[in-house]
């Protein structure tokens, strides 16, 4: 089964193997015997599994065995809830053999019990000879402890032993139940109370012939070392005891989807016993307060007031964000879409129309060449006309918006969404291109200089994003941030350049072409997808006009939905929050033909200026570094691009190579210190490597087939190559698209905003309805992630998203937290006079469920006027808390004496989609 797992291009196997056979034979104890343990290691390793889960190996050094990790789960934790949960009485805790004392020696100092052992000498490796008894059992419960019951004549042996000294019940409990022969006669005929086993054997076939027989699951133990395995997350700590109760909690519940068990507590005014219980995500729900600008550029005021009424009662305003990695909810947390209506002044409208006459009459495209001056410009007209539609530059329209956006708005709190009707006085059909004025002149005259037809052809794949996917939706760059320390918030620079700010503006009278995937079947994007200059004359003076109901709801249905996509996008993935030191480090990874490549294309210094641009908070910093390695002399990198290389076969693109880049995690992580010796561990330093592989192959080489960087949690991988511009699988206007493979930087560029921010692509999903998240359409304009873009500039949409989904993060961890705890708040457990020696300023359960509503309340505030330094401290204060309730729950485990894994609510484990339910007693 390993050996077809690997050859299908497995990223990694794990066995799960409860029992490991032949653990017994783990040395040579006599002339000519085998170690079959360590053989039988070997054959693991040699069949391509990665990692093994196993659970109490016979010796522990077995380990040693293997060359690949290996996790030795224990069932004590559940052998001593089964003990304290159905055997009473004086307990002493007897080891069977020398070998077993360590783990005799842990459940007693859990269990507060004596310790007594048995030595015993053996004929063979399942015959016992005879027993000597170490330890007093008069008058006491014996509790044998063992890894593996096989005959279970020692086991009968040993209880005969112990009753015969004095022992008034004798129980055995062993981790791996074999029962081999005549096992199950020799138990029926003991003097043995019970036989307790595990579930690692399957054994319902002999626990109906015995009564004696017990079971213990370790199902969810396994579920919880895969779900951490999984993920990264700490095997040891499964097993920590109390004193770590808050580590092991976040651990825990980092699990995002928790049962709605959780139970809040307050008084009655005449009732002492706080009783009264509901649901926590019901009493604590935390709403976050998007506040979006919505600004009508040409039209009637009648419209303000339908579009108003349109928002706020017959759309769907609210919206839980989607992590999509898993496809589930964010806990907790919703967000709340809260629109205001109001109308520009008429200069605005008459400025933009000025400018687009302007310029579709000709008049700005300058052309230096004065010889056949005419017939250039006409070429250079059809050039770029799209079908009967003239090209206009966007930064014409831009440049007065945002002169608007900066004279009337709050650009530090609220993004606006700008809507365009100019159809009533421009008649002539037109588009937007994604190049400024002055780009598409220089485009224009390098085109007209060509001297061939192969060197305008050249021209035309180069610049064929820019040429053909043209829009009518634009969103601006991201605004220049500074974090005022005085003010406590995110403040902007006025003197940002123009396109800087939190504004997208669609112009309705414009057109737009199609633009999608070349492959046949998968759909694409269409033109009437988006609301038009559908109107009815008012006869007004100023010749505006009113939206017609159709246009009005398709509007209200753009608004919407940019408002998810692009004001609150959805979450690619949970991220570390828990650094202060960012360090992003840029490991190019050379083959021997490639003399430094990215000097001349790949453009670091741009992502190092893009990323700056995303707000931290005062305690965070980023540094970047760089540094070279050769593939001819490191031969960790040679051989992680060596075993991820692929061919795939296509009858129309023929062979083509790749690079798997699950594969290449593999091994770029299983060698990860020998590429970064000098890495920070420390819990508040993050490094995230950027493995670029530069390689000369002059052909086409990409990651899975369709990438030129992937993004992993842990880090980034890249590529380029020496190949000129590359037709892609997407079309704008029905013409080709091109890549080029030599220059990596605006998916590396994207690749790092998802790695640590958790920022999602915006096409992850294609659909012909915009009632699909992640439509291409928002893929124009300021975005790295587009592949119908050209454009290495983030958008506001980025770099809020980015401090956003860190303070998501955090509160969701938090309150996952605080539920845990609240779970355990029961008269049972603890009393509020025990609470309230740490918090002493809360009289009242009452007033700490009303603190916990206030501070939600006072987050959600924070984050919707980006003041994310505040909101930062808010959450903080809210972990504080916690604490100290934890810490009340903590001294109560400790008085019990029993593990932290012993007491978990039930969690639903959603990577594997396992119920684990571990009840407290």
């Not at 594969?663 to 020998?674: A, F, G, P, R, T």
């Not at 998203?801 to 303070?807: P, T, V």
Request: with cysteine; net charge negative.
């Amino acid at each position: 089964m390993a050996d077809a797992i690997r050859r299908a291009s497995a990223h990694r196997i794990t066995a799960v193997i409860p029992v490991f056979g032949y653990a017994r034979q783990d040395k040579k104890d006599k002339s000519r015997a085998p170690i079959t343990g360590k053989l039988v290691a070997n054959l693991i390793e040699t069949a391509g599994i990665d990692r093994v889960i196993t659970m109490d190996l016979h010796a522990s050094q077995i380990q040693g065995f293997f060359n690949i990790p290996v996790d030795n789960l224990y069932a004590e934790p559940q052998i001593i809830k089964y003990i304290r949960k159905n055997i009473p009485g004086e307990k002493v805790i007897v080891s069977p053999d020398a070998g077993g004392v360590k783990r005799a020696k842990l459940i007693s100092d859990k269990l507060d019990a004596e310790l007594a052992i048995i030595h015993k000498e053996r004929k063979k490796a399942n015959e016992v000879s005879g027993m000597i008894l170490v330890g007093d059992v008069k008058d006491k419960v014996a509790l044998i402890v063992d890894d593996m019951a096989d005959t279970c004549g020692t086991l009968v042996s040993a209880c005969e032993m112990l009753i015969a000294k004095g022992a008034t019940r004798v129980y055995a409990l062993v981790t791996h139940g074999v029962l081999s022969g005549d096992a199950i006669k020799r138990l029926n005929e003991s003097s043995l109370t019970e036989l307790v086993i595990t579930n690692t054997i399957p054994h319902a076939d002999k626990a109906a012939n015995c009564s004696k027989l017990k079971t213990i699951n370790i199902a969810h133990t396994l579920a919880e070392a895969i779900r951490r395995t999984h993920h990264g997350e700490s095997i040891s700590s499964l097993f920590s005891d109390t004193k770590l109760l808050i580590i092991v909690s976040i651990l825990l519940l980092i699990s995002l989807v928790l049962s709605d068990s959780g139970r809040v507590y307050g008084h009655g005014d005449n009732d002492d016993d706080h009783i009264q219980k509901d649901t926590f995500s019901e009493s604590f729900k935390f709403q976050h307060p998007v506040h979006i600008n919505v600004k009508l550029i040409g039209f009637a005021t009648s419209s303000i007031k339908d579009l108003s009424n349109l928002l706020d009662k017959s759309i769907e305003n609210s919206n839980n964000p989607i992590i999509l990695d898993n496809f589930i909810k964010v806990p907790f947390i919703e967000q709340k879409y809260v629109y205001t209506v109001s109308q520009v002044g008429d200069q605005v409208k008459d400025d933009i129309q000025q400018q687009v006459k302007k310029y579709i009459s000709g008049i700005n495209v300058n052309i230096n060449n004065n010889n056949n001056g005419n017939d250039q410009q006409v070429e250079i007209n059809n050039l770029f006309k799209k079908k009967d539609a003239m090209v206009v530059p966007f930064n014409l329209v831009d440049e007065i918006i945002y002169r608007d956006y900066i004279s009337t708005s709050d650009i530090s709190t609220n993004p606006t969404i700008y809507v365009i009707n100019t159809a009533t006085d421009i008649k002539e059909k037109y588009t937007y291109s994604q190049l400024t004025a002055e780009q598409i002149a220089q485009l224009a005259q390098s085109y007209l200089n060509a001297g061939t037809v192969d060197e305008r052809k050249q021209i035309l794949q180069e610049n064929a994003t820019n040429l053909y996917c043209t829009t009518k939706v634009w969103q601006s760059s991201a605004p220049l941030q500074k974090y005022n320390e005085q003010a406590n918030a995110v403040m902007e620079d006025i003197q940002a350049s123009p396109g800087s700010g939190r504004y997208v503006w669609i112009d309705l009278s414009a057109d737009m072409q199609s633009f999608g995937p070349l492959t046949k079947g998968t759909g694409t994007f269409m033109p009437d997808m988006l609301p038009t200059s559908r109107f009815s004359n008012t006869g007004s003076p100023n010749n505006l006009a009113r939206m017609d109901p159709a246009t009005l709801l398709n509007l209200a249905t753009f608004i919407q939905k940019t408002t998810h996509m692009l004001f609150t996008p959805p979450v690619l993935r949970f991220i570390n929050y828990e650094w202060d030191q960012l360090e992003i480090r840029l490991i190019m990874v050379h083959d021997h033909q490639v003399n430094l490549l990215e000097e001349e294309q790949f453009d670091w210094e741009e992502i190092k200026n893009q990323v700056k641009r995303i707000p931290l908070l005062p305690t965070q910093s980023i540094t970047f570094s760089k540094n070279s390695i050769s593939l001819l002399d490191n031969v960790y990198a040679a051989q992680a691009k060596q075993n991820s290389l692929r061919v795939h076969h296509s009858g129309s693109k023929g062979t083509q190579s790749y690079l798997d880049s699950k594969e290449l995690h593999h091994w770029l992580i299983k060698h990860n210190l020998m590429f970064i010796p000098d890495i920070d561990t420390r819990f508040s330093r993050l490094v995230i490597p950027v493995f670029l592989f530069d390689i000369s192959f002059t052909s086409l080489l990409l990651l899975d087939r369709t990438h030129q960087a992937v993004s992993f949690p842990d880090m980034v991988i890249a590529i380029q190559t020496q190949g000129g511009y590359t037709p892609t699988d997407n079309q704008c206007d029905q013409k080709m698209t091109y890549i080029n493979p030599s220059d990596a930087t605006r998916p590396v560029l994207s690749s790092i905003l998802s790695t640590i921010w958790g920022i999602p692509p915006t096409f992850t999903t294609l659909s012909k309805n915009l009632d699909v998240d992640n439509n291409y359409l928002w893929s124009l304009g300021n975005t790295p992630y587009s592949a119908f873009s050209t454009r290495k500039q983030i958008s506001f949409s980025q770099s809020d998203a980015a401090i956003r989904n860190y303070m998501y993060s955090y509160l969701a961890d938090s309150l996952n937290h605080l539920q845990s705890v609240f779970h355990h708040l029961d008269e049972e457990e603890s009393s509020w006079e025990d609470f309230n020696q740490y918090n002493s300023d809360i009289k009242s359960i009452q007033e700490l469920n009303s603190l916990i509503t206030d501070s939600l309340k006072e987050i959600g505030n924070h984050l919707s006027y980006h003041r994310y330094h505040f909101a930062h401290e808010s959450i903080t204060e809210l972990e504080s808390l916690t604490y100290n309730l934890s810490i009340l729950i903590r001294d109560n485990h400790d008085s019990k004496k029993h593990t932290y894994l012993d007491c978990q609510s039930s969690v639903l484990i959603w990577p594997e989609v396992l119920m684990t339910t571990i009840t407290c007693y």
